[in-house]
């Protein structure tokens, strides 16, 4: 029982991580550690530091358009007075209820799944986890963000083929 000889783990990873990310056709932004219980004002803060400034970047005539989910804090009447409030630097893609399949972010979160479960070591604590995240957000190649924008116009037209039911994506 040498506490020299002794290495700690923890279960299960020690728990749930969650991240934002976002991206572009140009460019992949920020991948940013968020709370488990993300709340609108948490929301309304993580738009104004990462989200707001990347738009800008990426959109500086304003014309980039935002595609998030409804997701509670999403849809809050905060982040959503938020967003009225910035439309003038971007605007926000209409989301339709139950439709998993024009989310093209989700191809980068499993992108993320894949690589830390093919990582060398399996990550033992959170702050190894977020580091392996953040490593693998930034090794994913410009095409493979570029690609996902492409799709979007065959995605939209898959779902209305669909009725809104499932599609290949």
Known sequence: ???????????GLGGP?????????????????????????????????HLHPFM?????????AFQ?????SHRSRLATAWLDEHSSDFSVMNW????????SIEH?????????????????TLTELWTALADIWQAIPVERFRKLVESMPRRVAA???ARGGQTRY
Request: net charge negative; hydrophobic share 40%; aromatic share 8%.
């Open 1 to 11: 029982m040498d506490p020299a000889c002794q290495v700690g783990t923890v279960q």
């Open 17 to 49: 991580i969650m991240v934002w990310g976002v991206f572009s056709w140009k460019f992949l932004g920020s991948l940013v550690l968020v709370p488990t219980s993300l709340n609108a004002i948490q929301y309304v803060e993580l738009m104004g530091d």
């Open 56 to 64: 800008l970047y990426c959109h500086p005539h304003g014309n980039g």
């Open 68 to 72: 998030q989910d409804n997701c509670t």
């Open 96 to 103: 339709p209820p139950r439709t998993p399949d024009l989310n």
């Open 108 to 124: 980068l979160w499993d992108i993320l799944e894949k690589g830390v479960k093919a990582h060398h070591t399996t990550p033992a």
């Open 159 to 161: 779902v209305i083929k």
